[in-house]
């Protein structure tokens, strides 16, 4: 079955950096595309950024561009967010998703927590 | 970039009840319109994909329709599991918006 297991939550002071990854399973990973969406305490989805599937193309939210990057490991079926100078508004649970051609996510992982403060 | 408009922010409502929540963008979207529901503590789960495609294993009472800028999601007979809180979201253009949510709550 399709899995998606996020990892590398955790707490950063403001202005330093964090790396979470997205550990796929269950189906052909080189062939999908890869969102990651985060949720900030209380409030709603926000889509973050998205890597195509063979990793040539990617996009940012405005609120996150010149500061994370994504990207994959197709060998490994990972998909990492790196997240620079980190701020507390990135307070979230940050999802991955597998998207589909039309655009859904049809799959999404647990979550992984990232705090940001000092 | 688009903007998404759901109504109502929340919505009471009694097992049994149809109930109807719909989402506006504030540009053309076509039918690039996906319907999610989300538990707390769980990631969100695709219901309704391209405006009003069934995801499979998602019961037959949630549909959804719509095109260019106005769509629907409707439950049409409510069941205990089904209280929660739905997101639309564009798959148009990047960014890929989302709804601020309407959280379904039992009456």
């Known amino acids: 079955q399709v899995q998606l297991v996020e990892s590398g939550g955790g707490v950063v002071q403001p202005g330093r950096s964090l790396r979470v990854s997205c550990a796929a399973s269950?189906?052909?990973?080189?062939?999908?595309?890869i969102h990651w969406v985060r949720q900030a305490p209380g409030k709603g989805l926000e889509w973050v950024a998205l890597?195509?599937?063979?990793?040539?193309?990617?996009h940012y939210a405005d609120s996150v561009k010149g500061r994370f990057t994504i990207s994959r490991d197709n060998s490994k079926s990972t998909v990492y967010l790196q997240m620079n100078s980190l701020r507390p508004e990135d307070t979230a649970v940050y999802f991955c998703?597998?998207?589909?051609?039309?655009?859904?996510?049809?799959?999404w992982g647990q979550g992984t927590p990232v705090t940001v403060s000092s | 970039d688009i903007q998404m408009t759901q109504s109502p922010s929340s919505l009471s409502a009694s097992i049994g009840d149809r109930v109807t929540i719909t989402c506006r963008a504030s540009?053309?979207?076509?039918?690039?319109l996906n319907w999610y529901q989300q538990k707390p503590g769980k990631g969100p789960k695709l219901l309704i994909y391209?405006?009003?495609s069934l995801q499979s294993g998602v019961p037959s009472r949630f549909s959804g329709s719509g095109s260019g800028t106005d769509f629907m999601l409707t439950i049409s007979s409510l069941q205990r599991e089904d209280f929660a809180t739905y997101y639309c979201?564009?798959?148009?253009?990047?960014?890929?918006?989302f709804g601020q949510g309407t959280n379904l709550e039992i009456k």
């Open positions: 979201q564009q798959s148009y253009s990047s960014p890929y918006t």
């Open positions: 391209a405006a009003s």
């Open positions: 540009q053309y979207s076509g039918t690039h």
């Open positions: 269950g189906f052909t990973f080189g062939r999908y595309g």
């Open positions: 998703a597998r998207g589909t051609t039309g655009g859904a996510f049809d799959y």
């Open positions: 890597i195509w599937y063979d990793g040539s193309n990617t």
